[in-house]
Structure formats: structure tokens, C-alpha cells
């Protein structure tokens, strides 16, 4: 049987690089996580007030430059924290209806958009489910027929026990099901843009004798 530090290596280089956070100024965060917003430059132009803002015209927190007031809006209240050296805006426990686009603005002579981001916040996946049937070619071999599920969509794969190097990957909307096989340990990744769940089975093991289905 494979050692559990090969099989983290292995999902290391063929699982998380199908894994991604944000995308340019779009970013992905779990339910409940937290997320850091910078501003576009470390030093923007003189202004009196700068804003923090979501597309549903809330100003999430306010920033008085002269005094170094800082005002959050009563609903994120106790769940922000804003830098007043960088500008920049942390946000926790994000739930989904936090999702939209937040705008940083300067207010002085003139307004001036400092930072954009378009923001989702999702869940985690659920597990996936690996199922398996096995026939058996010979003493030594066999075909082992393998599915790969995730909420509406599978993925299958033949694979015989003495060539397993397939890789399969199917994408739908923002979420990835993958079925590897390398090595004769086969595994089913079900991930988005915050997480990945899999479930791992080694072919030779299905093949042994006692475990054979005709």
C-alpha cells in the first residue's frame, strides 16, 4: 500500500493546482471566512474622506483623513477591521449575502476609485462519491470500471490494473469534479474556488482475490 506522504504529494500536484482563490479582482471566499481588501496604490492623492462601499449603496466603513475617524456601517459592524496607514479593509464572517461588488473612493476635490472587487461567497463542496466494479482478466489482472460523482454530474473510467495513468477532468460552472489515476491509487476530487473533498482507492486492492465480483 502507498504511504500517506505519497498520496498527500500526489494530491499536492494533481489536485490543488485545479484550485483557485480569486481571479484578477474577482475573489472566492467560504461561508464564514474572511477576506482583505487593498487598495490600488500605497499612496493615493489628498482627500478628506475615504469610503468603502458595496454595490447596495452601504457605506461598509468611513474614514475621516483630518481626524482619523473611523466609521463602520452598523450592519458589519464588530466583523470589519480598516487600516488607516494602508487603507485597506478586512472583512470577517462572510456570509452570502455579502456577495457583490465593493468599491474604495477618496473624496476630496474630486472622487477617485482606489479599488474594486467583485466578491462571491459560496460554500465548500460536499465529499464526492467513488464507486467501483471489478472483473477479472486473469490470475494476476483485471478491469476495474470506476465513477466518480458529485452532486448532479460523474465522471467514469476504465482502468486496468497493470496501466493506470488516465486523467479526467470535467468542469461545471465554478465547480471541478476530477477522477486521476496514477500509480494504481485512483482518486475522485470534487473542488471550487474554496475547497476540494476527495476520495482515494488503490486498484490492486480491488483486485485481490477476495474482493473480485463477477
Known amino acids: 500500500m502507498l504511504s500517506q506522504t505519497y498520496i498527500n504529494f500526489f494530491l499536492t500536484k494533481n489536485i490543488l493546482k485545479n484550485l483557485v482563490y480569486g481571479s484578477?479582482?474577482?475573489?472566492?471566499?467560504?461561508?464564514?471566512?474572511?477576506?482583505k481588501l487593498d487598495i490600488k496604490n500605497e499612496t493615493p492623492p489628498h482627500f478628506s474622506r475615504l469610503v468603502w462601499m458595496n454595490d447596495k449603496s452601504d457605506n461598509v466603513v468611513r474614514f475621516l483623513n483630518q481626524s482619523g475617524e473611523i466609521k463602520p456601517h452598523s450592519s458589519y459592524?464588530?466583523?470589519?477591521?480598516?487600516?488607516?496607514?494602508?487603507?485597506?479593509l478586512t472583512l470577517r464572517n462572510m456570509q452570502k449575502t455579502d456577495s457583490g461588488l465593493y468599491r474604495a473612493m477618496t473624496i476630496g476635490k474630486q472622487e477617485m476609485c482606489v479599488?474594486?472587487?467583485?466578491?462571491?461567497?459560496?460554500?465548500?463542496?460536499?465529499?464526492?462519491i467513488l464507486n467501483w466494479n471489478v472483473t477479472r482478466i486473469s490470475v494476476?489482472?483485471?478491469?476495474?470500471?470506476?465513477?466518480?460523482?458529485?452532486?448532479?454530474?460523474?465522471?467514469?473510467?476504465?482502468?486496468?490494473?497493470?496501466?493506470?495513468?488516465q486523467e479526467k477532468v470535467k468542469s461545471f460552472g465554478i465547480q471541478t469534479l476530477?477522477?486521476?489515476?496514477?500509480?494504481?491509487?485512483?482518486?475522485?476530487?470534487y473542488s471550487n474556488p474554496v475547497s476540494?473533498?476527495?476520495?482515494?482507492?488503490e486498484i490492486n486492492q480491488l483486485?485481490?482475490?477476495?474482493?473480485?465480483t463477477f
Not at 181 to 186: A, K, P, R
Not at 196 to 201: A, F, R, T
Open 140 to 165: 494476476n489482472a483485471c478491469i476495474v470500471d470506476i465513477s466518480c460523482s458529485g452532486r448532479d454530474h460523474t465522471i467514469r473510467e476504465i482502468h486496468h490494473s497493470n496501466n493506470c495513468t
Open 207 to 212: 483486485c485481490t482475490p477476495h474482493e473480485l
Open 196 to 201: 476540494w473533498k476527495n476520495d482515494i482507492i
Open 115 to 128: 479599488a474594486e472587487y467583485n466578491i462571491s461567497v459560496i460554500d465548500p463542496v460536499d465529499s464526492p
Open 77 to 88: 459592524m464588530n466583523r470589519v477591521d480598516f487600516n488607516a496607514k494602508t487603507f485597506s
Open 178 to 189: 476530477a477522477l486521476y489515476c496514477i500509480d494504481n491509487v485512483v482518486v475522485c476530487n
Open 24 to 35: 484578477g479582482d474577482h475573489v472566492f471566499i467560504q461561508t464564514g471566512g474572511s477576506v
